[in-house]
């Protein structure tokens, strides 16, 4: 189970790096913005994140890390929340830093 303070902090997660931890390619636009490539993926082809957002006009869907992994990968919440954490570390006050990210997987 995790807490309310877990669960702020893993709402803004910063993407880039859990993405390209999970295997997904990621191209720099502008100003801090990412195109996430769906080369063998089914996900759409317009989805732009930037830190703990992202947007799919395609989809007319957006929202926050934990959106991503439940709206967009369809994971339930409680995965979602693990995929995150694992990724993390999450101190008691609600901070989070990413790990490095290594060979991962979608």
């Known amino acids: 189970m995790y807490d309310k303070l877990q669960i702020r902090a893993a709402r803004n997660a910063p993407l880039p790096p859990l993405l390209i931890r999970r295997g997904y390619k990621l191209r720099h636009i502008r100003d801090g913005n990412y195109s996430v490539t769906p080369e063998g993926s089914s996900l ?3 989805i732009v994140i930037k830190e ?3 947007i799919s006009h395609q989809r ?3 929202g926050n890390t934990i959106d991503f992994f439940t709206k967009i990968e369809g994971l339930p919440f409680y995965n979602a929340m693990d995929v995150i954490v694992k990724a993390s570390t999450i101190t ?3 901070n ?4 490095q990210p290594g060979n991962g997987r979608k």
Request: no cysteine; hydrophobic share 20%.
């Open 44 to 46: 759409p082809d317009d």
């Open 52 to 54: 703990s957002y992202w």
């Open 96 to 99: 989070i830093t990413q790990s």
């Open 60 to 62: 007319q869907l957006s």
């Open 92 to 94: 008691p006050s609600g």
